[in-house]
């Protein structure tokens, strides 16, 4: 699921305890922090940030998310297959075509 980077960015941008170095995931992105971080404590927060179910939270739940947390995960989805080729275009159309 590619979600699962975007939600572990997510959480990096939540832990506040933790220090600047840790909270920049290799996974993370700014922009998802700051785009997505309030979609992910009112629609997931109930959930671990490294739980399966929060990738599924986020599928269910993307009709609801804003429409600049929508399109942060867009982008950096677009990277991430620009980034990584051989994975294809299929992974990421995956994903959206389960998207809730």
């Given amino acids: 699921m590619r979600l699962?980077?975007?939600l572990l960015a997510?959480?990096?941008?939540?832990?506040?305890t933790l220090p600047a170095?840790?909270?920049q995931?290799?996974?993370g992105n700014e922009t998802l922090k700051?785009?997505?971080?309030g979609d992910y404590l009112t629609y997931c927060g109930n959930l671990a940030p490294d739980d399966p179910a929060t990738d599924a939270c986020f599928q269910k739940?993307?009709?609801?998310?804003?429409?600049?947390?929508?399109r942060a995960i867009d982008a950096y989805e677009a990277q991430q297959q620009q980034d990584s080729p051989a994975k294809g275009k299929q992974g990421?159309?995956?994903?959206?075509?389960?998207?809730g």
């Fill in 61 to 70: 739940n993307w009709k609801k998310l804003s429409e600049n947390c929508r």
């Fill in 21 to 23: 170095a840790a909270q």
């Fill in 4 to 6: 699962k980077p975007i």
């Fill in 92 to 99: 990421a159309q995956g994903t959206k075509d389960q998207r």
């Fill in 25 to 27: 995931s290799k996974r």
């Fill in 34 to 37: 700051k785009y997505c971080t």
């Fill in 10 to 16: 997510v959480a990096a941008a939540t832990a506040l």
